[in-house]
């Protein structure tokens, strides 16, 4: 288990039914903490029970109002926190959902990005031109809520090398990187490839060759 100064300790956990507009729904837990090392109310979503022995899978999900709540289609957030949810449940993991909107910048800078992009920039060199990172996320709070949670070793859905590689460093084994699906569309298909180009996302970018961009 990962070794850290000041360990996390779950807070509470509540019985929440989830219900999605498709129509798709599940029975989860939501897990809240003490001692997060950020401060913020990052929340754990406890979906399904892993068989004996099996590996847990994992999302680290970082919050995104525009796209999770209001289907925002200049990303392919609201999507995967749907197929995250789903895959989770069905073989028995966490989803994490990580306070850090817009890759760790705040609501109002994104949107400030969003206006950059429009003008022509990618999502990172929008980042730049504002003299923000191109990704502030940290995942260290996200490795404590795993330790309380009890789990040391786990498979990670995800397109995002970086999360494993700071998972990895903080002590978390990662078995496997498990990619999620593609969630193209011609809103954010030049959002997708510049996370291809910028940070390596493990996106097939033949599949999105074809889109034109909306």
Known sequence: M??????????????????????????????????????????????????????PLVRLHSECLTGDVFGSARCDCGPQLREAVERIAERGGVLLYLRQEGRGIGLYNKLDAYALQDQGLDTYAANAALGLPEDARDYTAAAQMLAALGIGE?????????????????????????????????????????KVLQTQHTLPLGELAGLNVG
Do not use: C, M, W
Request: charged letters at 25%; a negative charge.
């Open 2 to 55: 990962p070794d850290f100064t000041a360990a996390a300790t779950q807070r509470a956990r509540v019985r929440v039914p989830l219900r999605f507009q498709d129509g798709y729904r599940v029975d989860a837990e939501l897990v809240t903490f003490h001692g997060l090392t950020d401060g913020l109310e990052h929340v754990a979503v406890v979906l399904g029970d892993p068989a004996p022995g099996a590996t």
């Open 154 to 194: 786990l498979d990670l859905l995800s397109n995002n090398p970086d999360k494993a590689d700071q998972l990895r460093a903080l002590g978390i084994q990662v078995q496997d990187r498990v990619p999620t699906g593609v969630f193209a569309t011609p809103d954010n298909v030049r959002y997708l490839r510049a």
